[in-house]
Every structure is written in C-alpha cells, then in structure tokens.
C-alpha cells in the first residue's frame, strides 16, 4: 500500500485542511512511513475477534427525556469568532 | 517556613491543618517560584488573583474547621483543561483567544475539594506529542540537566508543562492527561510520580478530547502518598460523561499500607525490547530486586500482542482525534482564518484549520482520516481494534493467573535533547510510549514514579500496571516501591 500525491491531496481535501501542492511529496512520504509502521497489524491473526468498542464493559445509563440545560444562547456564542443577531455566522453556503 | 513551594500534598496538608502555615503563604511561595521559572515556560497562563481568592477561602475554610483533601493547596491545572473563564489552549493556535463558560468536572472537583489555582501548564498541541514541542507556546524545559552539560532536555510530552511544574517546585502538584503515555513518559523524565487511572475513573467532561477511548486525567505529583490524595479528589462518577464509572472512590491514602508481602508481581517478557539501553535494564532489574525484598513473588509473564500495541495505537489514536477535531471549524470558538473574496465555507475550514493546526496534528488529523475513509476502514480501523481486543486479553490472562501488578520501565530512554527528534521520522518519536500505550489500549490503570539515575545523573522511572479498578493496590504497591528505591534527588537550580 503506497500513497501519491493524488491520494494525499484527496485525503487533505477530507480532512478539511489546506495543503500546497508543493507539501504534498512531503506529506505522502509521511503517510508511508506511519502506514509503514502500521501495516504490522497485519501479522496479527484476528480470525473470530470482536473489534472491541468498549474497553470497559459497561452499559450506557438510561436518564428521563427531560430538558436538563438550555437557555445559553450568549454563553454559547461568546466564542464564536463571527456571530449575529443570535446565530453563528458564516459565508455563503448555497449560490 | 522556608520555602513553601517545596512541599508536596501531603506535607502542606498537615502544616495547614496545624496552623503552622497559611494557603495565602503557600500560594504566594508558589507565585514567586513561578515569576522566578519563566526560562522554563511551564506556566503559559498565569491565574494570580485567582489563585489569592481562592488561598484566601481556603483560609476560612480550615479556620471554621471545615477542610477538605486539598484545601489551600496550590496546583497547575494541565492547559488541556476547560476552565472558566481562563484562557484553555490545549496548547493550540486554533484555540486562541477561547474562555470557557464552564468548568471541567475534573477541575471542579479539585476547587470543591479546597484546591488553588495557580495557571495553565504548556503541553504538546491536543495532547499529541512525547517532547512538548509541538506547543503553539513553544516547548517547556526539563529543570534536570546532564551532570556537566547545559543542554535544554525535553520534560517529556504530552503533560511536560505539569512534570516541569511539579519537579522544579513551582507548584505542589499538577493535573495532566494521558492517552498513550501523556502523564507517566513525562514523570519518568523528570523524577515525578504520575498515574494514569482506570478509564472511566475521572471525568473527561470538560477535557479537551483527544481520543475519546484512550484519555484519562490523573494526578502528577512529588511523592506516591499525593498522588493517591490527588486522584481521590479529581476520581468519582459524573453524569456528564457516559463513559465515567458509578464506582464508590476509595480512600486511596488510607490504603497506602506499602505492604506487598505475598503479592504476585508480573515481569512481561516482550517488554525487553531490542536494543534498550543496559541502564534501564539494570533500573527494572532493581526494581525487580526491590519488590521481592519487600517480601513480593516475582513470577515471569507474557503479554504476547505487545509488539502490536503502538501500530494499533495509531490507528485508533489519530481516527478518533481526527473525529473528535472536525469540531474545530472557525465556526463556534477560536480561530477563523482571514478570507479572500469568493471564499466559500469550504474554503473557510480549510484555511482556518491549516493555520490553526500545527504539523503533527495535521498529520494526525489527516491519518486518521485515511484509516477511516471508505475502503481502509476494515483494513486498518477494524482491524486495530481487534488487535485492542487481543491486547486487552492478554492483561486479563496474566491477572486472572493471579498476578496482582506488573513491573516494567516507564520509558525506553532518560530525557533527551529539546531539538534532538525533529528530524527524525514521527515514527521515532511514537517509540517513546512504547511501554505505555498498552495500559491505554487496555483501559488499565499505570503508574510511575522515580526509582534511579542514568549514567548522565537524570531521573529514571519504573512503571506498575494494575488491575482495573484497583487503584488502591496499584497505589499501595508503588508506594512499596518509592520507599525502597528512597529517590529524593532534585535537580539543581540553573534556571
């Protein structure tokens, strides 16, 4: 399993981050070496193991279907870097 | 008293009580130490008038009688921490300029339990390093040099801030966070004790996440005894986090019997790794020693998937921080980049994150973006997780043989070089948790703590891996440990 350049930039493009197209022999020869390192798991024989998806054996607690929190809408947009009449701003989603 | 700030936990607990000393004395020992360490960078936000409030309160507190495990006692809280009101980083540019409106649970149950704030301790960004150097504050300074050499050394990573904090007495104690190594690697660098309990047993309500399955915080302390008082403060169910346990919290101090007469001891033979320095192994075989003069039966284990831990590390690592970071958007909180006209929001995110991230979360963010997308998913993500499954078993075995602890180094190395890693492969620098990440993926709870010197004169760690739930053993053993290794070394003051 080797990665190009194509495939770096599609990942990037995923990820949401902006990547030069000058980064991107860099950045694939990166992905080879840690998926280098990962492809060992391939050694392991997994034949019948359940993918564990709790380490620790536990069963979610249940609670009421009431409103516990609510009411913050300035608490919730005192970060927001742009924010308007009550709602978070962005720029234009739809043309 | 003379110097305050040198006191652990446990030593400015009883002063308190006695009425020897005050919280308003002890916080202003710290503060000093603190205005003093600035060539350390270990304190990135400083919370003064916070912390003279608080010492104040904790005055009144134990003069009505009323005080509680760490009343007046002054800490730094990990930057990974949301605090209210106090600039919460996680040591990231992208978060830049963020005051939480809430407090993490963690934090709150250290204020409810008396305790002062001092300031935000330096980590590597979103947790992800083992050297501090990947800090939007730039990276923290191990106060340990090499006997007869002033080379800067990394405190570790990703808790370096609090290990750097804690061993150059700027603060009593420091929390910190650990999802492959992040507390007990930083520890072992800087001649601290650091555990990293059971997952489930603190909150991470409030923490910065990382890998939702692997983080858990934990104490980082001066002695065994503090970190047991550290942890049963910080421990204890909490609604707000799913996966916290609705376990009683023990006494974990008075379970401090450091009695291991009879208890079985476990020596994992894959965990002599080719290539490891002869000082760390002559450090566990002391270590070894120690325990079985302290009336323990050393019995030979095998935990045979250990080779696999660190490849399905990061796998599992870097896929949930790339799930739990598409949170960072330049939309809610933090940094949004500056915009060209006709961007889009497309554009938006990707500017924002790529000046937000620093290199290795990117390429983290990024791997674990691969590992997950459609057609790796079952070649890496499945099958890291099977391989979890199969580590984890192999810890039930050994104590379900009957061993009640495991012994094992904490680190492969002594403290190296701020600098020396940065042109080596990420790789190399992942080696660093390889005795660690196992009692992460294994949801276990480890601890660390000082027990000899490298030939160059630096602190050396050991580390006890417990049974889940059992931090009141894990505990006493350790304390076993300290009292036979009597490490009380300090590093000399350069800075």
Known sequence: ?95 | MADLNKLGLADARDALRKGDVSSVELTNACLSAIEGAGALNAFVHHTADLAADQAKAADARIKAGDAPAMCGLPIGIKDLFCTKGVPSQAGSRILQGFLPEYESTVSQNLFDAGAVMLGKLNMDEFAMGSSNETSVYGNAVNPWRRAGDDAQLTPGGSSGGSAAAVAADLCLAATGTDTGGSIRQPAAFTGTVGIKPTYGRCSRWGVVAFASSLDQAGPMTKTVRDAAIMLGAMAGYDAKDSTSADLAVPDFEAALTGDIRGKKIGIPREYRMDGMPEEIEKLWQDGIAMMRDAGAEIVDISLPHTKYALPAYYVIAPAEASSNLARYDGVRYGHRATLDQGDGITEMYEKTRAEGFGPEVQRRVMVGTYVLSAGFYDAYYNRARKVRTLIKKDFEDAFAAGVDSILTPATPSAAFGLGEMTDADPVAMYLNDVFTVTVNLAGLPGIALPTGTSTTGLPLGLQLIGRPWEEADLLSTAYALEKAAGFVAKPDKWW
Not at chain 1, 66 to 80: E, F, S, W
């Open chain 1, 1 to 95: 399993m080797s990665i190009d350049e194509t495939t770096a930039a599609r990942v990037a493009k995923l990820a949401r981050i902006k990547v030069e197209p000058d980064a991107l022999p860099a950045l694939a020869q990166e992905f080879n070496n840690i998926l280098g390192f990962i492809e060992q798991l391939n050694e392991v024989d997994v034949e019948g193991v359940e993918p564990m998806t709790s380490v620790t054996p536990q069963v979610l607690k249940r609670r009421d279907d009431v409103v516990r929190d609510g009411g913050q809408q300035a608490k919730i947009l005192a970060n927001a870097p742009d924010a308007r009449e009550g709602f978070f701003a962005v720029p234009k989603v739809v043309e």
